[in-house]
């Protein structure tokens, strides 16, 4: 068997594989890291054949979904999963089998309602459910720590005290540990009685994740986060430095159009000289009239560089070829004191 835990911040994904068959399952990917899954794959041969969220993720940026798309393979979760892009949904006492290994399915909700365990021979894959030293928070959407308090002491605890545990989130980098580790030392499950450990969990006062509302939405949905947004359009379109663009400005390069698609009242704050005004959200409808040339180039800046991605990359899929977009924006021209002009437009 292989096993591979791939740690993102204090995130953890795991790939487990068949050496016989070389199918493998990856479980809990987070979107950043969809490069390194499928080298790690294929640095050990391992095909991987199914992808599973152990639970809804509240707090990062699942890339199961992604990765079904890429690879034409199944995305497994819990049948409490409200997730439209899940193939295969699972319950307590299945199994999958990954060639011929049997991660076996344990519902185990209570972080969230569709949370799951997952059991693959002397080791438990316990998703968010318990933690090393701790245990997932129930204060988040459908969260429940009365259902909790059931999935770990009348569940889990109860199964071989030797098996190793390996969380979903592990932010003090302990890597793994076992059941009977967690039963003598986490301060969690030192409660064993019901009503003070849903009074504990009640009152631990966390701060909201980050990034809760996208990680949910997109999760929930299979839309895409921002940065995806970002990834796919940077991808589609060439960049200029905002030394390159000062000295052609300079020189009054014959044929470059300049476009900002910041707002008018940014615009007549301070442009780049010569800048033409078209903000992002009248672009579509009205770059006929405004960029009648379609194969002439187009620098197309805004405040902060991400704006002015998109808008590019738009401008690409509408036809025009030589649609660019400057690595920098206009906050970091000023501040790098490089020419600018206030007032109408030329
Ligand atoms: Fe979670």
Redesign the pocket.
């Given at each position: 068997m292989i096993f591979e835990q791939v740690a993102t911040g204090g995130c953890q994904s795991y790939l487990v594989g068949c050496d016989e068959t070389c199918a493998a399952a990856l479980i809990d990917p987070e979107i950043t890291q969809i490069d390194r899954y499928l080298a790690l794959a294929n640095k050990h041969g391992m095909r991987i054949r199914f992808l599973i969220d152990?639970?809804?993720?509240?707090?990062?940026f699942s890339a199961t979904q992604e990765l079904a798309r890429r690879l034409e393979v199944p995305v497994i979760m819990h049948r409490q999963s409200r997730a439209p892009f899940v193939d295969m949904r699972v319950d307590d006492g299945e199994m999958v089998l990954v060639g011929d290994l049997r991660l076996r399915v344990l519902y185990t909700p209570g972080?969230?309602r569709d949370?799951m365990c997952l059991q693959l021979a002397d080791r438990l894959l316990t998703?968010?459910t318990l933690l090393i030293g701790g245990t997932?928070?129930t204060d988040?959407p459908t969260g429940d720590a009365s259902a909790l308090y059931d999935s770990l002491f009348n569940r889990i605890l109860k199964l071989d005290p030797k098996l190793l545990v390996y969380p979903?989130?592990d932010y003090r980098k302990q890597g793994h540990s076992t059941l009977e580790r967690e039963l003598a030392s986490n301060p969690r499950l030192q409660k064993s009685d019901r009503t003070a450990f849903v009074e504990m969990m009640g009152n631990l006062n966390l701060n909201m994740p980050t990034h809760l509302t996208e990680a949910l939405r997109t999760n929930m949905s299979g839309g895409k986060t921002v940065a995806q947004l970002l990834g796919e359009a940077a991808s589609k379109v060439s960049f200029m430095s905002m030394e390159e663009l000062k000295s052609r400005v300079a020189s009054d390069e014959p044929g470059l159009l300049v476009l900002d698609v910041r707002e008018r009242e940014a615009y007549l704050e301070g442009h780049i000289p010569g800048a033409k005004l078209l903000p992002r959200g009248q672009l579509e409808l009205r770059v006929n009239q405004e960029l009648p040339d379609p194969t002439r180039r187009v620098l197309v800046y805004c405040d902060l560089g991400k704006v002015s991605t998109l808008a590019a990359a738009t401008l690409r899929e509408m036809g025009y070829a030589r649609a660019v977009a400057l690595d920098g924006g206009m906050v970091a021209w000023s501040e790098a004191g490089y020419p600018e002009k206030a007032g109408t437009e030329p």
């Open positions: 152990t639970h809804t993720h509240a707090d990062h972080h969230t949370s998703g968010d997932g928070r988040l979903a989130h």
